[in-house]
């Protein structure tokens, strides 16, 4: 029989001093966004699964944990990423006819973690700009996700950016099918060159050589006049690289860098892609990029961007956080007693009523003051 409190794996709870470090993280970067002008909004947990997923891509599908309404009938789907729900508030509910500017903040579900130390839980946060497809609208975004990873305090942090966009022009060009698509798209996000290699056997050369040529394109405008030699000069290819060209020029100061084979994220993007990492970590913190006519689905086709972190996965690249020292005070009908204690809780301070008997268990109470009378007044001395 398994146990009452055993949870599923890659489920877990968050303690107390984990929980107040997360809480604090959230509304440092919730406040963040609404001082570049970003609105919070809150979609729902579920919905119903074609307008959960109509539009998103297949690696989303198969993330998104189905079940079924026992009111409607209806299948529903616990949200795996926030991003397209963002999308359809933005095209069905606010329809504002120039940009939009959103952010949000939720816990997401996932079937399967993202990794080995992973959670299927992930405390997604961030932010989205609908309406405006020029460079600025990818710029801003930039700005916002490096300002996020230095407001969370991630050490090292670097950020990849790469364009599915290229890739795309690749595949066209290439005249490949959805499933050859795909299964090249896999292989270069998941950096098996082997795999490109097999995959591309049959390629004329120019595809060939151009998707072979891609893992080896990483690095700064160096890596940008390779990719401008080694790859066909399509329309399309000129204008990823000229919007990586400015992106990567924007950044000076911040540790940056292109991959044009980092293709990470739901595999919904079609344009500028994001991927935040924190130092000596493989896996990425924040996530975004171009998504273009995601809400075109729920009546109004229009120009996005954007990206989202996951909290949880910022909180283990950080350094343990401190328990939060309290002020114990006696249980005491005193009236100066309780002025004291309501002064120091407005002054910020955290103070816990002691009940009787249990004297033994001070330690518990995360304390290292106690409030004792010295005369007229209460003061805080320590422990």
């Known amino acids: 029989m398994t146990p009452a409190w055993l949870l599923p794996e890659y489920v877990e709870d968050i303690l107390p001093h984990y929980a107040r470090a997360a809480e604090r993280l959230r509304r440092r970067l919730l406040d963040l966004f609404d001082a570049h002008g970003y609105d919070l909004v809150s979609p729902p947990l579920v919905e119903y699964l074609e307008s959960l997923l109509t539009g998103a891509a297949r690696d989303l599908d198969l993330k998104t944990f189905k ?9 529903l789907g616990v949200r795996a990423d926030m991003t397209p729900q963002a999308a359809r508030v933005d095209a069905h509910l606010i329809n504002h006819q120039g940009p939009t500017r959103l952010c949000y903040a939720g816990p997401v579900l996932r079937t399967r973690p993202s990794g080995m130390r992973g959670s299927r839980e992930p405390f997604q946060i961030g932010a989205e700009l609908f309406g405006h497809a020029g460079i600025e609208a990818d710029l801003e975004i930039q700005a916002l996700l490096l300002a996020a990873l230095q407001a969370a305090g991630v050490p090292e942090s670097r950020l990849s950016l790469g364009h599915a966009g290229l890739f795309r022009a690749l595949a066209d060009g290439a005249g490949l099918s959805i499933d050859q698509s795909a299964a090249i798209f896999s292989a270069l996000r998941d950096k098996d060159v082997p795999e490109v290699d097999g ?132 249980r005491s009908e005193d009236e100066a007693l309780a002025a004291a204690v309501s002064a120091l809780r407005l002054a910020g301070e955290r103070v816990v009523m002691e009940l009787p008997g249990h004297e033994g268990q001070r330690a518990e109470l995360g304390c290292d003051r106690i409030l004792v009378r010295q005369g007229q007044h209460w003061v805080p001395q320590r422990l």
């Open 199 to 330: 995959l591309t056997d049959g390629l004329a050369a120019p595809w060939r050589d151009a998707f072979r040529a891609l893992p080896n394109l990483y690095g700064g405008q160096e890596a940008l006049a390779a990719a401008r030699a080694a790859l066909p000069d399509l329309p399309a290819v000129r204008r990823a690289l000229d919007d990586l060209e400015r992106l990567l020029a924007a950044g000076r100061g911040a540790d940056l860098a292109v991959d044009l084979a980092d293709l990470r994220g739901d595999g919904y993007h079609n344009g500028v892609m994001f991927a935040a990492y924190a130092g000596g970590q493989s896996r990425a913190v924040a996530l975004g990029g171009r998504y273009d006519g995601a809400g075109a689905v729920f009546g109004r086709s229009r120009a996005a961007t954007g990206f989202s972190l996951d909290l949880r996965q910022i909180l283990d690249c950080l350094p343990d956080p401190e328990p939060r020292a309290g002020i114990l005070a006696p």
């Open 67 to 75: 079940v079924v309404d026992g009111l409607s009938g209806r299948m």
